[in-house]
């Protein structure tokens, strides 16, 4: 099964809030799970990226929470901004190809 | 981070004529990269996986005939949409990996492209 399951589907939060972007997977062979920022038109830029390896890892304002007994991780964006506003992607990936969520829609308001 | 640069940003064609996508790695080498394409609020799907010297392998329910792949360089990938129609009007977005700095890691995207098709 290659599906990545991203939820929610877009999400609100206020300035300073920490909106909080979960994913679940059920290939046990997929190693490498990177998180994606999109903003319209655009292409998707890089995040940050966790290997199963760990369980946590913090890059800047983001932190990605990695479980993977539970075949989960998410994405945790602290002290969030107006500028986070964008839809973000969760992905895993095995071998050379990723496998994409659904996406996640987020606005943060003033 | 490592740059792939797409080109053009935005096209818009006749139907039945055909277009031309460039995907390069400014800063790296890469022997494979990816396509996607991308619908309006949806995900981005795999289109193929376009391999320096030899043929593109495409995913299931992608026609190669339509969606023609060049990887001539280790630097350049070309996606030629043929005979375009308006059903093929979507977001393309190339990707590549700099396999040198890190190997089965960090996927690079271009800016991507979008096409309509009248």
């Known amino acids: 099964q290659q599906q990545v399951k991203q939820s929610p589907q877009s999400l609100i939060v206020q300035k300073g809030g920490i909106p909080i972007i979960n994913c679940a997977y059920e290939?046990?062979?997929?190693?490498?799970f990177p998180w994606y920022q999109q903003f319209p038109g655009k292409g998707p830029a890089l995040l940050i990226a966790?290997?199963?390896?760990?369980s946590e890892k913090k890059e800047g304002r983001f932190t990605i929470s990695f479980n993977k007994s539970a075949k989960q991780f998410s994405l945790h964006i602290m002290d969030s901004q107006p500028g986070d506003s964008a839809t973000y992607f969760c992905?895993?990936?095995?071998?050379?190809?990723?496998?994409f969520g659904t996406g996640t829609r987020l606005t943060i308001i003033p | 981070g490592a740059v792939v640069s797409q080109h053009p940003s935005w096209v818009i064609c006749k139907s039945g004529t055909s277009v031309k996508i460039e995907c390069r790695s400014l800063?790296?080498?890469?022997?494979?990269m990816f396509w996607y394409r991308q619908f309006p609020k949806q995900s981005l799907m795999l289109m193929a996986t376009?391999?320096?010297?030899?043929?593109?392998?495409?995913e299931q329910g992608v026609e190669k005939d339509k969606f023609l792949i060049n990887h001539a360089s280790l630097t350049l990938s070309t996606l030629t949409v043929t005979s375009a129609h308006p059903e093929d009007s979507s977001f393309y977005i190339c990707?590549?990996?700099?396999?040198?700095?890190?190997?089965?890691?960090?996927?690079?995207f271009g800016s991507g492209t979008q096409l309509s098709v009248l």
């Open positions: 290939n046990t062979a997929f190693d490498y």
């Open positions: 990707s590549a990996r700099d396999q040198s700095r890190d190997p089965g890691g960090k996927l690079f």
């Open positions: 376009s391999n320096e010297g030899s043929k593109a392998t495409y």
């Open positions: 992905a895993a990936s095995g071998n050379e190809k990723l496998t």
């Open positions: 966790i290997r199963p390896d760990v």
């Open positions: 800063d790296f080498q890469a022997t494979t």
